[in-house]
């Protein structure tokens, strides 16, 4: 069973960007629906967007569509989530997620997900 | 405000059954049967508990079950037991460019 491993704690300056990556231990996630969803403090799941790696063109949810950039690297089997133009209200705990399958109906369905990484966006 | 609306909280005792509700639209949980439920502890990630309105992913207990009627979402968790005791979220695929939405969750209290 594939395990997603996910880069380590960030700590930023407002107007900054970040990069977390997203490695697939035991197995591939090239062929399947990656999503990355965020978790604020106390706060719900918020789908990002997502990509299907062996396709290569990523969805982005609205609301984040001017500042996300989701990249995957084949060879590496890993997914990489870039936010920029970074503020106060963007701390949070970031998932990487795979789905069900490569359908991209699927990406709501998340069944292997990242340890998650906590990014810190202050002055 | 999240997409999808959940009950904040449910409780109930050991042995009981409970349902956590999942209200959308016709343009996510009313129109394809794409939704799903996780489950999800303190400090750690959610688990996909159900998808596809009912199917169970390997491992998950028969104690859980979805259905769904228009509009309305629901998860059922029979038989109670101390470790149900989480936060709840619902998630669609939507036909909107957004593709998922998900639901403000719903916590569990066994009491």
């Known amino acids: 069973q594939v395990q997603l491993v996910q880069s380590g704690a960030e700590v930023k300056k407002p107007g900054s960007s970040v990069k977390v990556s997203c490695e697939a231990s035991?197995?591939?996630?090239?062929?399947?629906?990656i999503s990355w969803v965020r978790q604020a403090p106390g706060q719900g799941l918020e789908w990002m967007g997502g990509i299907i790696p062996i396709f290569g063109t990523p969805n982005y949810a609205q609301k984040f569509q001017a500042r996300v950039t989701i990249t995957a690297d084949i060879s590496t089997s890993t997914a990489y989530m870039e936010l920029s133009s970074l503020r106060s209200e963007d701390t949070a705990v970031y998932y990487c997620?795979?789905?069900?399958?490569?359908?991209?109906?699927?990406?709501?369905?998340?069944?292997?997900w990242g340890q998650g990484t906590t990014v810190t966006v202050s002055s | 405000q999240s997409a999808l609306t959940q009950p904040a909280s449910v409780s109930g005792s050991p042995g009981q059954s409970i349902t956590i509700s999942c209200t959308g639209t016709s343009s996510d949980v009313g129109g394809y049967n794409y939704v799903s439920w996780s489950q999800q502890h303190p400090g750690k990630a959610p688990k996909l508990m159900i998808y596809d309105v009912s199917n169970r992913p390997s491992g998950v207990s028969n104690r859980f079950s979805g259905s769904k009627s228009g509009n309305t979402a629901s998860l059922t968790i029979s038989g109670l037991q101390a470790e149900d005791e989480a936060e709840y979220y619902c998630?669609?695929?939507?036909?909107?460019?957004?593709?998922?939405?998900f639901g403000g969750g719903t916590k569990l209290t066994v009491l």
């Open positions: 998630s669609s695929f939507t036909s909107s460019s957004t593709l998922v939405v």
């Open positions: 997620a795979k789905a069900v399958t490569s359908n991209r109906y699927y990406y709501y369905a998340m069944d292997v």
């Open positions: 035991g197995g591939t996630l090239n062929t399947y629906a």
